[in-house]
């Protein structure tokens, strides 16, 4: 692939977001608005929206109104004959396997959000700060010379193996307990989620429980030129959806393979910083990791939006009576936990030469 390091002399790269009316798409939309590299050429979505405006189409749910040349702008039908170098993939899983390859074997850069391609072997699975090593498995996938899929997580384990990495990596980790509380912007048609978790947690969020146990160990893998090695220890999840409009809770003990002081751990995540931090990505928040002191935190509302919401916070960091230690976690799901993350994955692509155009 060839090295687009003159490419910030150029036009903006063209991009169309794939499933741009759901709650991630909105969120890609967001975010997009303004970006200094990207430029949103096209908006796609299913046969029901194609030809409407996107404010005709959308159930617009973000707390700033629609882009005023966006809201005009038609919705395509999902045909992978777009003028845009970039596919952000927010589709409905039951349906992003195919449309995803259809996109790559043409030669589009999809950046997806969805499940569908995560625990594909030649498919990286990418936090940009913690594993961006394994978009070497771009090279060997095959769809085209400049056509790939890139995926990040789940958006309750991108801030769960963030925090993970930089313990496991200095004191190995040998089993992981969490419990999620997830909030409603994850959980598809928000009028019935808001009605069913009003006064309610409902303790049961489906096949979330088994990609928070997978997916860590896939990205704290190592990738060496002749294979991949997972990660190998165990994590049970227990997974409740919480009357919260955005922001995912997690409350986590671990058991590590060396022992560690509170202020080795703190330290570590104090610390934390990636190559996003380095190359100073338009989306890279300064300080991945924020560890408060204060007992009360971190809460939803007061700490999902920190660094316009790319950063997760941790409190709590205390003994457990079974494991090591105990502590929580704070995202935001729809920005680090989703399309934050994906648009982070694309920039440091970007830098690193695999987007040609
Ligand atoms: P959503 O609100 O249900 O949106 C799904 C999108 O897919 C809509 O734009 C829909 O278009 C489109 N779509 C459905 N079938 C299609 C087809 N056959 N062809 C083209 N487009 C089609 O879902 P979401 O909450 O935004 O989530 C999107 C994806 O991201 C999901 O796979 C989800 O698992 C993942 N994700 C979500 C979160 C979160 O916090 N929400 C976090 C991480 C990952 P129409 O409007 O026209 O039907």
Same mark, same amino acid.
């Given at each position: 692939m060839t090295m687009n390091v003159e490419f910030y002399y150029r036009k903006k790269i063209p991009v169309v977001i794939l499933g741009a009316t759901g709650l991630v798409g909105q969120k890609f939309v967001q975010l997009l608005d303004g970006h200094p590299w990207f430029v949103i050429e096209s908006l796609v979505?299913?046969? /029901? @929206?194609v030809g409407k405006t996107y404010e005709e189409a959308t159930d617009w749910q973000m707390s700033i109104p629609i882009p005023e040349e966006i809201a005009t702008m038609?919705?395509?039908p999902c045909k992978p004959d777009i003028d845009a170098t970039i596919a952000f993939s927010a589709l409905d899983s039951s349906v992003a396997w195919e449309i995803e390859e259809e996109f790559a074997k043409v030669g589009y850069a999809v950046v997806s959000n969805t499940s569908s391609h995560r625990m594909d072997p030649m498919v990286p699975l990418v936090i940009p700060e913690v594993n961006n090593r394994h978009f070497k498995l771009i090279e060997n996938q095959g769809y085209h010379e400049h056509g790939f899929i890139v995926t990040n997580p789940n958006c309750a384990v991108i801030a769960l193996a963030m925090a993970l990495k930089p313990v496991y990596d200095q004191f190995g980790i040998e089993a992981v307990q969490v419990a999620t509380m997830q909030a409603i912007s994850g959980a598809g048609n928000q009028k019935e989620v808001k009605l069913e978790v009003d006064d309610n947690i409902i303790p049961f969020i489906e096949e979330e429980e088994e990609k928070i146990e997978k997916e860590p160990l896939k990205i704290l893998g190592i990738l060496t030129k002749e294979t991949f090695t997972s990660a190998e $220890?165990?994590? @049970?999840?227990q997974c409740n959806r919480v009357p919260v409009s955005e922001g995912h809770m997690e409350n986590i003990s671990m058991k590590l393979g060396e022992a560690a002081t509170k202020q080795d751990i703190i330290d570590l995540w104090s610390n934390f910083k990636g190559e996003p931090q380095g190359l100073? &990505?338009?989306t890279a928040p300064q300080h991945p990791i924020h560890y408060f002191h204060q007992d009360e935190f971190p809460q939803p509302k007061k700490q999902r939006d920190i660094e316009k919401g790319m950063a997760v916070s941790i409190?709590? &960091?205390?003994?457990? @009576?079974? $494991?090591?230690? /105990?502590f929580s976690i704070l995202s935001h799901n729809t920005i680090r936990g989703a399309a934050g993350c994906a648009i982070l994955n694309a920039e440091l692509l970007v830098k690193q030469g695999y987007i040609y155009w």
């Amino acid at each position: 692939m060839t090295m687009n390091v003159e490419f910030y002399y150029r036009k903006k790269i063209p991009v169309v977001i794939l499933g741009a009316t759901g709650l991630v798409g909105q969120k890609f939309v967001q975010l997009l608005d303004g970006h200094p590299w990207f430029v949103i050429e096209s908006l796609v979505a299913s046969e /029901k @929206s194609v030809g409407k405006t996107y404010e005709e189409a959308t159930d617009w749910q973000m707390s700033i109104p629609i882009p005023e040349e966006i809201a005009t702008m038609r919705v395509e039908p999902c045909k992978p004959d777009i003028d845009a170098t970039i596919a952000f993939s927010a589709l409905d899983s039951s349906v992003a396997w195919e449309i995803e390859e259809e996109f790559a074997k043409v030669g589009y850069a999809v950046v997806s959000n969805t499940s569908s391609h995560r625990m594909d072997p030649m498919v990286p699975l990418v936090i940009p700060e913690v594993n961006n090593r394994h978009f070497k498995l771009i090279e060997n996938q095959g769809y085209h010379e400049h056509g790939f899929i890139v995926t990040n997580p789940n958006c309750a384990v991108i801030a769960l193996a963030m925090a993970l990495k930089p313990v496991y990596d200095q004191f190995g980790i040998e089993a992981v307990q969490v419990a999620t509380m997830q909030a409603i912007s994850g959980a598809g048609n928000q009028k019935e989620v808001k009605l069913e978790v009003d006064d309610n947690i409902i303790p049961f969020i489906e096949e979330e429980e088994e990609k928070i146990e997978k997916e860590p160990l896939k990205i704290l893998g190592i990738l060496t030129k002749e294979t991949f090695t997972s990660a190998e $220890f165990s994590i @049970s999840a227990q997974c409740n959806r919480v009357p919260v409009s955005e922001g995912h809770m997690e409350n986590i003990s671990m058991k590590l393979g060396e022992a560690a002081t509170k202020q080795d751990i703190i330290d570590l995540w104090s610390n934390f910083k990636g190559e996003p931090q380095g190359l100073q &990505l338009p989306t890279a928040p300064q300080h991945p990791i924020h560890y408060f002191h204060q007992d009360e935190f971190p809460q939803p509302k007061k700490q999902r939006d920190i660094e316009k919401g790319m950063a997760v916070s941790i409190g709590r &960091l205390r003994e457990c @009576s079974n $494991f090591d230690w /105990k502590f929580s976690i704070l995202s935001h799901n729809t920005i680090r936990g989703a399309a934050g993350c994906a648009i982070l994955n694309a920039e440091l692509l970007v830098k690193q030469g695999y987007i040609y155009w």
